[in-house]
C-alpha cells in the first residue's frame, strides 16, 4: 500500500509539472496580454511595467524563474492586476470559500443522493421508488446554471426569504442557495447509481444466503449489502467532488460569493497570468489527491482491491 | 421599499452601523426631507476594481471608490460644475500656463496628519515616475505639466515636474502650455493626493484596509475582493458636518440581470438596468427607473490604414454605410433606455459644445438611404459588384445585437455583405490594435467634460486610432482648440470634417440607465460624467 502510494505521488509529479507547462504556453499565446488596454500604454511605460513583472524576458526564462519561486519560496507570483495582491493572497481569500461550497454541496448531494438511491432499492417498485427515481431524473436534469436564476427568482424575489447572493462571512442563509444549485444534478446522477447497484447487489448470491440464514432485513442491508453498493458510487464520488470544486466557479460568479471561481475566470479575460496559472495549479494539484484517495477508498470498500 | 425588506438589508449589511451622526434621524438642513436613520448607501459594480490606489486606478468603479475615499483639489456638484475640494480656489497668470492653488487648512489625512501642497506634488509626481509605472500617467502628460512626458519616458528626472509646493498651502502648477481646462482636470483620481509616509512604510499593501491612510469623506473599512467594498465616514474629513451618507457598500455582482433581481428584492440602493429591460421596469417603477445623458460615444470605426479594404478609401462608400444605419431602431428598440441617436462623435452632453448642423442628422431616413444607395452606386458597388467586408465587436449581448442590426440593415438597404466578428475583450483589442479589420466597434467615455476628450481620439498619432484616420486638417483644428479661449467655431469645423469624411459611424450616444431607489436623494443626474460622491448624497426616511 505504501509502496503504491508513493509510485502514485511520483507519478503525479510529472502530470502537474505537465499541466503547468502546457497552461503557461497556451495562455501567453492567447492574443492579448496584462497590459493590453483600450487606451495602449506609451511604450515607455509599457516597458517599465513588463520588465518589473519580467515579461521582457524569453518566455523560458519566465517559466523557469515562476517554477523556480513556486518550488523554492512557494510563491506564486504577483497578480498583475489587482497591485496590492499577490496569487498566494488571492488563493488564501478566495479557497476556502469555494471550498465551503464545494464541501457542502458534495456533502449534500452524497449524504441525499445515497439516501434516496438506497430507499428506492429497497422499496422497488413502489411509490417511494417511483418518488425517489422522479426526484433523483429531475435534480440531474438540472444544472447549476439553470437552477441559480430559478433559486434566486424564487426564494429572493418572490419569498423574500434568502439573500441573492454574497457571502457575508459565511453565514447559513448565504450558503443555502448555492448548495442547492451545485448540488442537486450530482445528487440525481449519486441516487440512480445508488439505486442500481443495490438492486444489483441485493440479488446476487451472498444476499440470497444471508437471507436464507434468516438474518433481518436491516443487518442485510447494513453489514452485507451497503459495501459492495457503494463501490461504483465511490469511483463516481471522486470526480464529483472535483466537479463541485471547479463547478463552483459558476456558483461563485452567479451568487458573487467572493470565491475563487470569480477570480479564475476574470484572470483569464484579463490575461492575469500568474493568478491564473496559480488557480489551474491548485485545481490540477487537487484532482491528482482526490483521483488518488478515491483509488485507495476502492481497496477499503472491496476486499478483493490490493495495491 | 417596504419595511420588512429594508430590516432585512440592514440584516445583511449586519456588523456596525455607525450611528450618532448629527443628521441621523433629522431632518435634511436645505431641503427639509427627514432622514432615514439608517444611512447605508448600496450598489452594485460590475467587476472587482483594479485599485483604490488614486495613481494607480484605471476602472470607473475604482476611480468613484476613490473619489470617496481621497479628495483632490477641486470636486464637482452635481451638475458638474467645478466647486473647491482641498483647494479653497485657484488664480493663473495671463498667459494660462501657471496655476496656484490655494488649500484650505483644515483638510485633514484620517490619522489626523495635515494635507499640504507636498502632499500633491509627490503624488503627481508619482504619477509619472517610471517606477511606478501607472497605467494613468498618460493623464499627467495630457494635463500638460511642464516635463512630464519627458519623464515618463525616462529621459528626465521625476523631480523636474513643473510642480512645485510653494509652502504649505498653496501648490504651483507650470504648464508647457496654455490649458483653459486644467482645473477641471483635477477632479480626475489619478490628480488626488496620496499619503507618502504610508506608502513608504507598505509599499503596495498601503492600499488594503489595515494599512490606508486617505483624505476624503470616507476611509475604506473592509475588502473581499470579488465581493464586496466596505467605506465608512471619515471623522477627520474637514467637511464630515456636513456629509450625511455613514456607509457605502459596493457590491461585486457580474450578472446584471441577478443585480436587477437583487435590487428588486430590496439588497441594492443602485443598479444598472439591462439592455432592452427599460421600458418594462419604467412602467412598473416609474420613480425608481431612471435615464439621462452620458458622456459617451459608441461608433464602428473603417481601418483607413494600408491593410484596410479597398473600398473603405473612398469617402462615398464609408458615407453610404454611415447614412444606412437607421438609428432610431437601435435606440428605441434595441436599447430602448433613453440613449440619443448619434451623428457625431462628441456627445451633446460635452460642456460647452454645440452639436453642429451635419447635413445627415436634417435628413429623413428614407432620404438617407437613398442618397446612401446613389453614393453606393457612385463609388461603383451594387447587384453585380457587391460590398463585402468583415465587422468585429467584443463579447456582449447588446454589441451583438447592435452589430447583426447593422449588418441587416446593410443587407436589405445596399445589398452588402457583412461578415460578423465577435472577439473576447483581450483578442479584440489585439485585433483592431493591429488593424486586423475592416469595421471594428469602438465607445469612449470622456476623461474630462470637454470635446477634446473625444475628439483628440481622431488624431493622426493618437494612440487610441485604430482607424488610422489621417486628417491634416483635423490635426490643426485640434492642435489650436488646446489654446483657443473659444472653441465652439474650432470642433465644429471637426466635426463637420468627419461627417463629410465619415471615418466612423457614430451610432448613439450612452445614457446612465439605472434602477434608483426612491430613497436616494441628490442623486446628479445632471453630472454627465457621473462623477458622483457619496458624501453629497442622503437617503430619505419612508
Redesign the interface.
Known sequence: MIAYIIRRLLVAIPTILVLIIASFFLMHF????P????????P??LA??EA?YGLDQPLWKQLYDYLFNIIFHFDFGPSF?????DVND?IA??FPISLTYGALSFLAASVVGISLGIAAAIRHNTWIDYVAVGLGIAAQALPNFIMG?IL??TF??WL?LL??????GGQWQYLIMPVIALSTSYMGSIARITRSSMLEVLNSNFIRTARAKGLPTRSVIWRHALKPTLLPVVSYLGPVFVYVLTGSVFV????????LG??YV?SA???DYAVLLGVTILYGTLTVVVNLLTDLAYAWFDPKIRY | MNKQTRLLIAGFLSSTFITGAAFAAGVHPTTGEALADDQTFTYRILDEHSSVDPQVVEDVSGAEIVRDLFEGLMNQDRDGNLVPGVATGFTTNDTKDVYTFTLRDTAKWSNGDPVIASDFVFAWKRAVDPELSSPYAWFVQLMSIENAGAIIAGETAVDELGVKAIDDHTLEVRLSAPLPYFAQMTTHATTFPAPQKVIEAHGDAWTKPENIVSNGAYVLTEHLPQERSVRERNTMYWDNENTIVDKVVALVINDENVALTRYLAGELDRTEVPAGQFPRLQKEHPAEAISFPRLCNYYYTFNLSEDGPEAFKDPRVRQALSLAVDRKIITEKILAGGQPEAYTFAPEATAGFTVPEVEMSAMTQAERDSLAKELLAEAGYGPDNPLTFNMIYNTSESHKKIAVALGQMWKQKLGVQTDLGNLEWKVFLETRGNQDFDLARGAWCGDYNEASTFLDLLQSDSGYNDGKFQNTRVDELLASAKIASDTTKIYTEVEQILAQESPIIPIYHYAGVYMMDSDVGNWPVDNVEQNWYSKNLYKIAE
Not at chain 1, 497590459?35 to 506609451?42: C, G, I, K, Y
Not at chain 1, 492586476?81 to 495582491?85: A, C, G, H, S, V
Not at chain 1, 439573500?163 to 457575508?168: A, F, L, M, S, T
Open positions: 492567447a492574443p492579448g496580454g497590459f493590453t488596454s483600450e487606451r495602449p500604454l506609451p515607455q511605460v517599465n511595467i518589473r492586476k489587482f497591485k496590492d495582491r488571492i481569500q478566495g436564476p434566486i427568482l429572493t424575489l423574500g439573500p441573492g447572493g454574497g457571502w457575508n461563485d460568479i452567479y451568487f458573487s460569493t467572493g470565491g470569480q477570480a476574470g479575460l484579463s490575461r
